[in-house]
Nanobody
Protein backbone atom coordinates (compact mmCIF):
# COMPACT_ATOMS: atom_id res chain seq x y z
CA UNK A 1 0.00 0.00 0.00
CA UNK A 2 1.51 3.31 -1.11
CA UNK A 3 0.80 6.09 1.35
CA UNK A 4 2.03 9.38 2.75
CA UNK A 5 0.69 9.62 6.30
CA UNK A 6 0.76 13.08 7.83
CA UNK A 7 0.72 14.04 11.49
CA UNK A 8 1.68 16.90 13.79
CA UNK A 9 -1.04 19.42 13.09
CA UNK A 10 -2.95 21.18 15.82
CA UNK A 11 -3.53 24.46 17.58
CA UNK A 12 -0.66 26.83 18.23
CA UNK A 13 -0.42 30.43 19.38
CA UNK A 14 1.02 33.13 17.14
CA UNK A 15 4.78 33.05 17.41
CA UNK A 16 4.76 29.39 18.32
CA UNK A 17 6.04 26.35 16.48
CA UNK A 18 4.82 23.09 15.03
CA UNK A 19 6.55 20.27 13.24
CA UNK A 20 4.60 18.31 10.68
CA UNK A 21 5.63 14.79 9.79
CA UNK A 22 4.96 12.89 6.60
CA UNK A 23 5.82 9.20 6.72
CA UNK A 24 6.14 7.30 3.47
CA UNK A 25 4.78 3.77 3.45
CA UNK A 26 5.21 1.24 0.68
CA UNK A 27 7.87 3.21 -1.20
CA UNK A 28 11.18 4.91 -0.55
CA UNK A 29 11.82 8.64 -0.43
CA UNK A 30 15.12 8.08 -2.19
CA UNK A 31 15.46 10.11 -5.39
CA UNK A 32 12.16 11.93 -4.86
CA UNK A 33 11.30 15.59 -4.57
CA UNK A 34 9.34 16.62 -1.45
CA UNK A 35 6.68 19.29 -1.58
CA UNK A 36 4.64 20.97 1.14
CA UNK A 37 1.43 22.82 0.39
CA UNK A 38 -1.01 24.98 2.30
CA UNK A 39 -4.69 25.56 1.72
CA UNK A 40 -6.24 28.33 3.77
CA UNK A 41 -10.00 28.20 4.37
CA UNK A 42 -11.84 29.22 1.23
CA UNK A 43 -8.66 29.63 -0.81
CA UNK A 44 -6.72 27.71 -3.42
CA UNK A 45 -3.92 25.37 -2.46
CA UNK A 46 -0.55 27.07 -2.57
CA UNK A 47 3.01 25.85 -2.45
CA UNK A 48 4.98 26.31 0.76
CA UNK A 49 8.28 24.51 0.28
CA UNK A 50 10.06 21.88 -1.73
CA UNK A 51 13.25 19.87 -1.39
CA UNK A 52 15.21 18.26 -4.19
CA UNK A 53 16.76 14.90 -3.45
CA UNK A 54 20.08 15.77 -5.04
CA UNK A 55 21.52 18.23 -4.58
CA UNK A 56 19.80 18.92 -1.27
CA UNK A 57 18.40 22.27 -2.30
CA UNK A 58 15.27 23.83 -0.85
CA UNK A 59 12.83 26.34 -2.22
CA UNK A 60 10.33 28.30 -0.12
CA UNK A 61 7.39 30.56 -0.73
CA UNK A 62 8.12 34.18 0.12
CA UNK A 63 5.51 34.11 2.86
CA UNK A 64 7.40 31.48 4.88
CA UNK A 65 11.04 32.26 4.14
CA UNK A 66 13.02 32.47 7.35
CA UNK A 67 10.22 30.81 9.32
CA UNK A 68 9.71 27.35 7.83
CA UNK A 69 12.13 24.66 6.79
CA UNK A 70 11.79 21.15 5.43
CA UNK A 71 13.97 18.10 5.83
CA UNK A 72 13.98 14.38 5.27
CA UNK A 73 15.20 11.41 7.24
CA UNK A 74 16.03 8.62 4.84
CA UNK A 75 16.57 6.14 7.67
CA UNK A 76 12.97 6.48 8.85
CA UNK A 77 11.51 7.31 5.43
CA UNK A 78 9.95 10.46 6.86
CA UNK A 79 9.87 14.10 5.81
CA UNK A 80 9.28 17.09 8.06
CA UNK A 81 8.06 20.64 7.88
CA UNK A 82 9.33 22.71 10.79
CA UNK A 83 7.18 25.80 11.26
CA UNK A 84 8.47 28.54 13.54
CA UNK A 85 7.25 32.07 14.29
CA UNK A 86 3.82 31.06 13.13
CA UNK A 87 1.22 33.60 12.08
CA UNK A 88 -2.58 33.45 11.94
CA UNK A 89 -2.41 33.39 8.14
CA UNK A 90 -0.59 30.05 8.39
CA UNK A 91 -3.89 28.52 9.46
CA UNK A 92 -5.29 25.86 7.16
CA UNK A 93 -4.70 22.39 5.83
CA UNK A 94 -1.18 21.24 5.02
CA UNK A 95 -0.32 18.54 2.52
CA UNK A 96 2.90 16.77 1.76
CA UNK A 97 3.61 15.32 -1.64
CA UNK A 98 6.40 13.62 -3.54
CA UNK A 99 7.42 13.47 -7.16
CA UNK A 100 10.30 12.67 -9.45
CA UNK A 101 13.35 14.87 -9.31
CA UNK A 102 13.85 16.95 -12.45
CA UNK A 103 17.58 17.34 -11.85
CA UNK A 104 19.28 19.68 -12.47
CA UNK A 105 16.22 21.95 -12.29
CA UNK A 106 15.25 23.41 -8.93
CA UNK A 107 12.10 21.90 -7.43
CA UNK A 108 8.81 23.70 -7.92
CA UNK A 109 6.57 24.89 -5.09
CA UNK A 110 3.65 25.16 -7.52
CA UNK A 111 1.20 22.34 -6.72
CA UNK A 112 0.01 22.33 -10.35
CA UNK A 113 3.49 21.97 -11.83
CA UNK A 114 2.98 18.28 -12.58
CA UNK A 115 5.92 17.28 -10.40
CA UNK A 116 3.93 15.82 -7.53
CA UNK A 117 2.45 12.38 -7.99
CA UNK A 118 1.66 11.12 -4.48
CA UNK A 119 -0.09 13.15 -1.81
CA UNK A 120 -0.65 12.91 1.91
CA UNK A 121 -4.11 13.05 3.44
CA UNK A 122 -3.55 16.48 4.94
CA UNK A 123 -3.34 17.74 8.49
CA UNK A 124 -5.05 20.77 10.02
CA UNK A 125 -3.14 23.66 11.56
CA UNK A 126 -4.74 26.50 13.47
CA UNK A 127 -2.77 29.53 14.63
CA UNK A 128 -4.79 31.50 17.14
CA UNK A 129 -4.35 33.17 20.50
Amino acid sequence: QLQLVESGGGLVQPGGSLRLSCAASGFSLDYLVIGWFHQAPGKEREGVACNDYWPDTKNFADSVKGRFTTSRDIATNTVYLQMDSMKPEDTGDYYCAVGRDSYPDLCAVDPTSGTYERWGQGTQVTVSS
